[in-house]
């Protein structure tokens, strides 16, 4: 059946205002990330995709901890060779991580950059932070200690350029190779103390952003985000700690 040219009219106004909508839509879109909710939503979601990642990331790390088995091979190694076993989905995390990384670094500066401006405006007498934690308060700089370690841990396990003993794919005697040289391992421990610093206040803001935040339930997140915290810290720290003191070798 052929159609009716009045047809074609009728569609060309249905694909025009299909238009409109997106176009509708992806201002708002804008606009919800232009605002302070909409900033803290975005650093709330990134940061949450990025706490999945540490926590798989630390259970990974902790099989450095079981023995050899029978052949002589390590678990931790054999994890790796999976991994790289299926190419699509490691880049595929990757990519999701690296986008998410970013949005999670410039929604926090420019919340940064709002905060300084309204406090410019307002004015105070005098500065007593009274209502933020220790931790809250060295965010602005523990997230860029966190984001150059990222780098160089990259670079030194992952990708060998700063590991002169790198093996590609034994990722035991790479870890515990690199965790013989105190200041490697210090730097490390350092790093994730700072680490654990940063996801205390995180993983509360977090919950506050999407409204888990209630008088009866605050005590209960402040405790449940000090002990992840320390426990991802503890446990990253462990590491460099076990190889330094030849529990891991």
């Known amino acids: 059946m052929q159609r009716r040219k009045a047809d074609f009219p009728i ?40 706490f999945v990642f540490i926590v798989f990331h630390l259970a990974a790390n902790l099989l450095i901890y079981f023995p050899p088995e029978a052949n002589g091979t390590r678990l931790l190694n054999d994890y790796a060779a999976h991994l790289r076993a299926l190419p699509a989905l490691l880049w595929g995390a990757r990519v999701l991580l690296l986008v998410a990384v970013i949005l999670h670094i410039v929604a926090a ?12 405006t307002t004015g105070y007498v005098k500065y007593t932070p ?3 934690s220790y931790a809250s308060r060295t965010m602005v700089w523990s997230g860029p200690i966190i984001f150059f370690y990222v780098i160089y841990h ?74 992840l915290a320390i426990a991802i810290g503890a446990g990253f720290c462990s590491i460099p700690l076990a190889v330094m003191t030849g529990l891991v070798r």
């Open 11 to 50: 569609e060309g106004a249905k694909s025009a205002l299909t238009s409109v909508a997106t176009t509708e839509e992806a201002k708002q879109t804008v606009g919800f990330y232009r605002s302070v909710v909409g900033k803290k939503v975005v650093m709330a979601v990134t940061g949450f995709i990025l």
């Open 109 to 120: 500066w420019q919340l940064t950059v709002l905060n300084k401006l309204e406090a410019r």
């Open 130 to 132: 009274i209502a933020s």
């Open 154 to 227: 990259l670079l030194d396990l992952t990708f060998g350029t700063l590991n002169p003993s790198f093996q590609s794919g034994n990722v035991f005697h790479n870890v515990v190779a690199d965790f013989e040289h105190p200041g490697v391992a210090i730097f490390y421990i350092f790093a994730n103390a700072c680490l654990a610093f940063h996801l205390y206040h995180g993983i509360w803001s977090m919950c506050q952003s999407v409204g888990l935040a209630h008088p009866r339930y605050t005590p209960m997140l402040k405790k449940a985000s000090v002990a």
